[in-house]
């Protein structure tokens, strides 16, 4: 059974970068044809798909972003990680890493990881 692991630090000041990894047990990251997502859920609004990188390494963004996600993957650990930079207060959120056969899909997800952007 696959499970997924967000870890990274709950407080960022604003305009640094947030750095979150997610650590899968029980599957191969690599395993065909598997989407590898990063959604969140700012407080009192919808889920959020960020982006994502599937089985071959590559990867996918949400345009609502702006090109401040990068979304990258160590094979060797069986791990996948989401930095996003210049962020803001608006970045606070409930941030998960999930699984998928497709971007902006998913049907598994981690328990996620409370980010709050804060001087």
């Known amino acids: 059974q696959v499970q997924l692991q967000e870890s990274g630090p709950g407080l960022v000041k604003p305009s640094q970068t947030l750095s979150l990894t997610c650590t899968v047990s029980?599957?191969?990251?690599?395993?065909?044809?598997?989407?590898w997502n990063w959604i969140r859920q700012p407080p009192g609004k919808r889920l959020e798909w960020m982006g994502g990188?599937?089985?071959?390494?590559?990867?996918y963004y949400s345009p609502s972003l702006k090109g401040r996600a990068s979304i990258s993957r160590d094979t060797s650990k069986n791990q996948f990680t989401l930095e996003l930079s210049s962020v803001t207060p608006e970045d606070t959120a409930m941030y998960y890493c999930?699984?998928?056969?497709?971007?902006?899909?998913?049907?598994?997800r981690g328990q996620g990881t409370q980010v709050t952007v804060s001087s």
């Open positions: 990188i599937d089985y071959s390494g590559s990867t």
């Open positions: 029980g599957g191969s990251i690599t395993t065909n044809y598997y989407y």
């Open positions: 999930a699984r998928g056969i497709a971007t902006n899909q998913w049907a598994i």
